[in-house]
Nanobody, 121 residues
């Protein structure tokens, strides 16, 4: 099993920046895609950004030009740099990793515990 530990959330003023990190740990595993989702109160969880094993990225329209997703494969870590934050970015942010063991061809997802991001206006 792969465990995910997130960090970097907090309270920031509108226009400010935060950087989230999510580190995956376990044994004998290989990661495919990595992603960040968020869930605001009373709303469904939504995809913020994802990045493939080859580095291709995809962003929600609402964050394009402001957020940047990146990964460090040597550290099994995914990052989300968030700039020009708005009050509507306030949510719990969840890391998602799709992985498989070296002994299997089946991929499965794991989720982080979530980290709160609050943007004050």
């Amino acid at each position: 099993q792969v465990q995910l530990v997130e960090s970097g959330g907090g309270l920031v003023q509108a226009g400010g920046s935060l950087k989230l990190s999510c580190a995956a740990s376990g044994s004998a595993f290989s990661i495919d895609s990595m992603a960040w989702y968020r869930q605001a109160p009373g709303k469904q969880r939504e995809l913020v950004a994802d990045i493939t094993s080859s580095g291709s990225t995809n962003y929600a329209d609402s964050v394009k030009g402001r957020f940047t997703i990146s990964r460090d494969n040597a550290k099994n870590t995914v990052y989300l740099q968030m700039n020009s934050l708005k009050s509507e970015d306030t949510a719990v942010y969840y890391c998602n990793v799709v992985w498989r063991t070296y002994y299997s061809t089946s991929y499965r997802p794991s989720w982080g515990q979530g980290t709160q991001v609050t943007v004050s206006s």
